[in-house]
């Protein structure tokens, strides 16, 4: 399958997803937006992935990328592709489709439960995952269900964790991450380590060690079951 991904900034790239990719033998290619690159076609990739960043989705002032991206995202869904959006990515792609996107009424950074909801585990792309499970949680927006959509996971932190529309899929929490891309965000994103009821500090970000070959394997299990399916 061709994956293609939209990049926002240089220390938020695909992290374990991209292993996951080349070892299925999918064909990867990718948008860096803070570059200005260009980005394709439609009939140029099967896969859309969105990755995360540190903007608001409203920023456009600021980065200007964020409309044309906003399109392209719309035209994808429109085109019928797979779509994944992690984090900052599902905030656009719950803005494309209707739901609004907002502050969170508590910031969320570190290792936290996610429960599926009934609709997550009746769900034949989130039912593969456990009712519940620990993933890492890095934002302080969140995003209104859109219309149409099955909300399908939540945590004590944030009501709305997931949803999934056709072949449309949105998660707040990370599964990919890696014990390098944790230090990047804590390297550039460090001044959102603030205190707060959901918010762990540096060392607790990186030393619960036994919790990225458990969130590997899900991610890993997740991603197969949506290429499965949905393809």
Request: hydrophobic fraction near 40%; proline fraction near 4%; charged fraction near 25%.
């Amino acid at each position: 399958m061709r994956i293609h991904y939209l990049q926002h900034v240089p220390f938020e790239d695909l992290a374990n997803i991209e292993e996951w990719a080349k070892s299925r033998d999918n064909d990867l290619s990718r948008t860096l937006l803070f570059e200005d690159e260009e980005l394709p076609q439609m009939h140029d990739f099967d896969w859309l992935i969105i990755m995360g960043g540190p903007m608001n989705i409203y920023e456009h002032g600021k980065y200007p990328w964020l409309v044309k991206e906003k399109e392209f995202i719309s035209r994808s869904l429109a085109d019928d592709k797979i779509v994944l959006g992690i984090c900052l990515g599902a905030q656009l792609m719950a803005d494309v489709l209707g739901g609004r996107v907002h502050r969170n009424e508590q910031r969320e950074i570190g290792w936290f439960p996610v429960g599926l909801t009934s609709a997550g585990k009746s769900s034949r792309i989130f039912g593969v995952l456990p009712e519940e499970f620990v993933a890492f949680h890095w934002h302080g927006d969140t995003f209104e269900i859109p219309p149409g959509a099955k909300r399908t996971a939540e945590s004590l932190g944030c009501r709305n964790q997931a949803f999934e529309m056709g072949k449309a899929v949105g998660l707040q929490f990370h599964l990919e991450s890696s014990l390098d891309s944790i230090d990047h965000l804590i390297h550039n994103c460090g001044d959102e380590l603030t205190e707060g009821r959901y918010v762990q500090k540096p060392e607790e970000l990186l030393t619960e060690m036994n919790r990225f070959p458990e969130a590997r394997r899900l991610m890993d299990a997740f991603l197969d079951n949506m290429q499965s399916c949905l393809k």
